[in-house]
């Protein structure tokens, strides 16, 4: 089934929300769709990579759908039911929460053969009928409660299914060469790239978060006054073929590039290419198999330190590029909101490329801001002026992560439409190559 046919409809499966108002039938609706699309996304798979981990930071597919089942279980249902998930359940699908006890450490997870897939998917059945159930019967004094918590459980599973879509990645690129198998049939857009150009943002106060206005993540907010200087920022994401002048000009050989940290993992893992890359660095493996690096097409799969070792390079290399260095995430924030943020138009999920394309020559100024790739940027992961988590349980969502982590904006071809916005602060540890992750240009002026 196309990610695009996925039906939203003010009905939970298939039967009509009787007596519900509209506000409930809208969110009896977007979860049914969300629940809906993560078993799509798994649907491509034969039954043993559903059981897969292939690196301690790829969960098997199992347990993205068993985990996000877990949560609206343990948030929304016990505290309001007298549902209770069975112990074992607690024990395989809790992710990091402290205050939920016992669980498998991360990277066992795929050395578990209990619960079963068919066991997952039953216990996502059971749960879905429940969740229907409450959404209809909760009075009108608990419906804004109910529909916070609800909101935060359906982009919890738009993260996991971003997250399920690069694991499966990773899961399917491990085979022997020659035996991968290819997640979606089809030929990935090909176009030449608009020319690279520089847009001059002005700096100064400005506001940055969100206002408050619809949900969001404790992460983005308080809305907040920050200065910038003035900058410039690049057009569009660096491409394949800019990336391998940086490679044949022996970027991944020369120290003087690199941060220390950033040296001594490349050499440690022998770094010479972003991740997925053929030995002769022709091909590349993608979720529609084994293809010929394109020219053309955004960077991908590189880590922050790649991306600041190329940003260093390029200045110091090329006079056009003079100065140039990754953003800080208040510059990004800025320049989207000045110069166009369009998840609309954008290289998301829906798109179904599961990988970068070319931004196209008619491409708007702020081009592939939407999608595409996460932009790393040079700010660490930290708590905006004012931050406070979200209350309860859900406190240990995002605060406590506030450590040894890089910010990345702009969402990838891997981020559901609905999810994405230009305040969303992504984060990852600064050697992350898994993801996919890009590269986007800024300099002082």
């Known amino acids: ?42 649907e491509p798979l034969a039954p043993e990579e559903y059981r897969i981990q292939s690196m301690p930071d790829v ?27 069975p112990g074992r359940l607690e024990y395989a ?13 991360r990277h066992q997870r795929g050395l578990l053969s209990s619960p079963t897939t068919p066991e997952v998917l039953e216990l996502r059945r059971d749960v879905d009928q429940r969740m229907s159930d409450l959404i209809a019967d909760t009075d009108d004094d608990g419906w804004a409660d109910l529909d916070f918590l609800v909101t935060t459980g359906i982009q919890h599973e738009q993260q996991h299914q971003e997250l399920m879509v690069t694991e499966i990645k990773h899961i399917l690129s491990v085979n022997a060469p020659g035996a991968c198998r290819t997640y979606r049939e089809g030929v990935l857009p090909t176009t030449s790239p608009s020319p690279l150009s520089w847009h001059a943002v002005s700096g100064g106060l400005r506001h940055f978060g969100s206002d408050d206005r619809s949900w969001c993540w404790d992460n983005e907010q308080p809305r907040h006054q920050a ?23 022996g970027g991944y050989e020369d120290p003087l590039l690199w941060l220390a940290n950033g040296w001594a993992i490349g050499c440690e893992r022998s770094w010479s290419s972003p991740l997925y890359w053929s030995q002769d660095r022709r091909t590349e493996f993608t979720l529609r198999g084994e293809r010929e690096l394109d020219p053309c097409a955004p960077i991908q799969h590189v880590s922050y330190y790649e991306a ?16 140039c260095r990754l953003p800080t995430e208040r510059e990004w924030e800025q320049a989207a909101s000045e110069l166009g943020f369009a998840p609309e138009t954008g290289n998301l999920l829906e798109s179904e490329h599961f990988n970068s394309v070319a931004a196209p020559p008619d491409s708007q100024p702020f081009a592939q801001a939407a999608g595409d790739l996460w932009e790393w940027t040079s700010s660490h992961y930290e708590p905006y002026p004012g ?59």
């Open 59 to 85: 969960s098997p597919p199992w347990w993205n759908l068993g985990h996000t089942t877990w949560f609206f279980a343990k948030n929304i249902l016990e505290p309001r039911t007298s549902y209770r998930l």
């Open 93 to 105: 699908l809790n992710s990091y929460y402290e205050t939920h006890g016992d669980r498998v450490p």
């Open 308 to 323: 600041d070792a190329y940003a260093t390079w390029r200045s110091r290399t090329d006079a056009a590029y003079e100065g």
């Open 227 to 249: 200065y910038n200087h003035d900058f410039e920022i690049s057009s569009r994401l660096v491409t394949t073929a800019e990336y391998l002048e940086f490679i044949e000009d």
């Open 1 to 42: 089934m196309s990610l695009v046919d996925i039906p939203v409809e003010d009905t939970f499966g298939g039967e009509p929300v009787a007596g519900a108002s509209d506000l409930r039938a809208a969110l009896h609706s977007r979860y049914h769709a969300t629940r809906q699309l993560s078993i799509a996304l798994s």
């Open 387 to 445: 931050y406070r988590p979200f209350e309860g349980d859900l406190m240990e969502y995002n605060g406590k992560f506030m450590d040894n982590q890089r910010v990345l904006r702009g969402g990838s071809c891997a981020t559901p439409r609905s999810h994405i916005r230009s305040t969303y602060r992504n984060f990852w540890p600064a050697d992350t190559r898994f993801q996919f992750s890009g590269i986007r240009l800024a300099r002082s002026i």
